[in-house]
């Protein structure tokens, strides 16, 4: 079993940044992949990043180059670093981790991007 606690959201001026944070503990060695998703209101779920086991990381097209993704080497942390937002952001964020088969998340932290 893996608990993940996500902080760092808020309300943000367009053109701001934030800086989420997740914190797993359990069997966090056994954690493979960790990542965000988010979710608009009436919207549906999307990844926006993810760093695998072996470090690679992956964005949506719509964060690249404004979102970085990073994690501990002991893998009971990982980041988002949140630049240039736009109103489009505003989302709950959730934090992920994989093991084996098995997918666990955090109960998400609100971003607001006001215009």
């Known amino acids: 079993q893996v608990q993940l606690v996500e902080s760092g959201g808020g309300l943000v001026q367009a053109g701001g940044s934030l800086r989420l944070s997740c914190a797993a503990s359990?069997?966090?060695?056994?954690?493979?992949?960790m990542g965000w998703y988010r979710q608009a209101p009436g919207k549906q779920r999307e990844l926006v990043a993810i760093?695998?086991?072996?470090?690679?990381?992956n964005y949506a097209d719509s964060v690249k180059g404004r979102f970085t993704i990073s994690r501990t080497n002991a893998k009971d942390m990982v980041y988002l670093q949140m630049n240039s937002l736009e109103p489009e952001d505003t989302a709950v964020y959730y934090c992920?981790?994989?093991?084996?088969?098995?997918?666990?998340w955090g109960k998400g932290t609100l971003v607001t991007v006001s215009s």
């Open positions: 760093v695998t086991g072996s470090s690679s990381t």
């Open positions: 359990g069997s966090i060695f056994r954690i493979n992949n």
């Open positions: 992920y981790a994989t093991v084996l088969m098995s997918t666990y």
